[in-house]
Structures are given as structure tokens and as C-alpha cells.
């Protein structure tokens, strides 16, 4: 779900992973149409360091 907001909406994929100021700078980038492709690869990119993190967080057991 969040990969399907990441795409259509950049932005705000970034305040449901905690990154608001990204999310602001994301959103400025996204007003223009040819930032929106910039700013959804950005978005998927985080949106991907952000899982990698959970996963090892999960791993070393901590929350």
C-alpha cells in the first residue's frame, strides 16, 4: 500500500514514515509536472530505506 502511495502521491508517503521536512520538499518538487517522476523515484527510494531499516531493527530486537 504505502509502494502504491509513494508513486501516486510522494509527498505524503513521507509523513507516514516520519520525514516530514523531506515531505515538504517533496511536495514543492511534485507541484511542477516534471518534478513529480523525480519525486516519485525519490519517494520509492526512501520508501525502501525506510523498510530496510524495520527489517533490521527487527533483526537486532529492538522497537
Given at each position: 500500500?504505502r ?9 505524503l ?5 516520519g ?24 519517494s ?14 527487527e ?5
Amino acid at each position: 500500500m504505502r509502494l502504491i502511495l509513494a508513486i501516486l502521491i510522494p509527498w505524503l508517503q513521507f509523513f507516514t514514515i516520519g520525514r516530514p521536512f523531506a515531505g515538504l520538499i517533496c511536495l514543492f518538487l511534485q507541484i511542477t509536472l516534471i518534478g513529480w517522476i523525480p519525486a516519485a523515484i525519490w519517494s520509492v527510494y526512501a520508501l525502501s530505506q525506510y523498510t530496510t531499516d524495520q527489517k533490521i531493527k527487527e533483526a537486532i530486537g529492538q522497537r
